[in-house]
């Protein structure tokens, strides 16, 4: 038996960034049949992107692209077409926070998962929906940090935000509401002060505020007391 040729297996495969394919070579003699001892085979990238090792284990790396993979033996090779893609990042865990903010801020989080690492996404949120007026803003927007970030709010009501995964060129979204409930915070009484006669009288009045300075939709139940004076 004369080495003829050598067949690399897979003759072609697709791969995501980062991933890996395991290829084997097999030679053959003159009549086509299988060596029966198999040379030891050098692997060699003789083209594009990614690594292969001596075992022929191929490495896609972190660019895309396409790879020629070479296993020779005798001054004999075969090749394998190794093809690189980007996969779109992935929602690895949704888009959270409080369901209900009795403050005014919150956390909001996500995380994504990409073929190119988790290190390379970008997180940029934004509003969807929220009451008239509503304005939050975040400490963090637009980066990998964005995963966590702090909205503050300027009033109540309920806020959708949409937060996009990039990689750089793919992406993918998750969304989150969050209820910001009116939290009694002060009280005003009208008229501030005033000035009577004895065995005179005047009606007071109160107003609860919510956290933002805006008078409570549903007014609570006022306790009146004297504290102090005639």
Same mark, same amino acid.
């Not at 083209?47 to 490495?59: A, E, I, K, P």
């Not at 009577?196 to 009045?205: D, K, P, V, Y």
């Not at 933002?212 to 102090?228: E, I, S």
């Given at each position: 038996?004369?080495?003829?040729?050598?067949?690399?297996?897979?003759?072609?495969?697709?791969?995501?960034?980062?991933?890996?394919?395991?290829?084997?070579?097999?030679?053959?003699?003159?009549?086509?049949?299988?060596?029966?001892?198999?040379?030891?085979?050098?692997?060699?990238?003789?083209?594009?992107?990614?690594?292969?090792?001596?075992?022929?284990?191929?490495?896609?790396?972190?660019?895309?692209?396409?790879?020629?993979?070479?296993?020779?033996?005798?001054?004999?090779?075969?090749?394998?077409?190794?093809?690189?893609?980007?996969?779109?990042?992935?929602?690895?865990?949704?888009?959270?926070?409080?369901?209900?903010?009795?403050?005014?801020?919150?956390?909001?989080?996500?995380?994504?998962?990409?073929?190119?690492?988790?290190?390379?996404?970008?997180?940029?949120?934004?509003?969807?929906?929220?009451?008239?007026?509503?304005?939050?803003?975040?400490?963090?927007?637009?980066?990998?940090?964005?995963?966590?970030?702090?909205?503050?709010?300027?009033?109540?009501?309920?806020?959708?935000?949409?937060?996009?995964?990039?990689?750089?060129?793919?992406?993918?979204?998750?969304?989150?509401? %969050?209820?910001?409930?009116?939290?009694?915070?002060?009280?005003?009484?009208?008229?501030?002060?005033?000035?009577?006669?004895?065995?005179?009288?005047?009606?007071?009045?109160?107003?609860?505020?919510?956290?933002?300075?805006?008078? %409570?939709?549903?007014?609570?139940?006022?306790?009146?007391?004297?504290?102090?004076?005639?």
């Amino acid at each position: 038996q004369t080495i003829s040729g050598i067949l690399v297996s897979p003759g072609s495969a697709s791969l995501n960034l980062n991933g890996t394919r395991a290829l084997s070579a097999l030679a053959y003699d003159q009549f086509g049949t299988a060596m029966s001892t198999q040379p030891t085979f050098t692997w060699s990238r003789t083209s594009g992107v990614g690594n292969v090792n001596s075992s022929g284990l191929y490495s896609a790396g972190t660019t895309a692209g396409s790879a020629t993979i070479t296993a020779s033996a005798s001054g004999i090779s075969g090749s394998a077409a190794m093809t690189v893609t980007n996969a779109a990042p992935t929602i690895a865990t949704p888009a959270a926070g409080p369901s209900t903010v009795t403050g005014n801020s919150a956390t909001l989080t996500v995380l994504g998962a990409d073929d190119g690492g988790e290190a390379g996404l970008t997180y940029s949120w934004s509003l969807t929906s929220g009451p008239t007026g509503g304005t939050p803003s975040l400490s963090v927007n637009g980066t990998n940090g964005a995963k966590s970030t702090v909205v503050t709010f300027n009033r109540a009501g309920s806020y959708t935000f949409l937060v996009t995964v990039s990689d750089g060129s793919l992406t993918t979204t998750s969304s989150v509401t %969050l209820t910001v409930s009116q939290t009694l915070t002060t009280i005003g009484v009208s008229p501030a002060s005033s000035t009577l006669s004895a065995n005179g009288s005047e009606t007071l009045s109160a107003t609860g505020y919510d956290q933002f300075g805006a008078a %409570l939709t549903a007014q609570p139940t006022f306790t009146w007391t004297k504290t102090a004076g005639n």
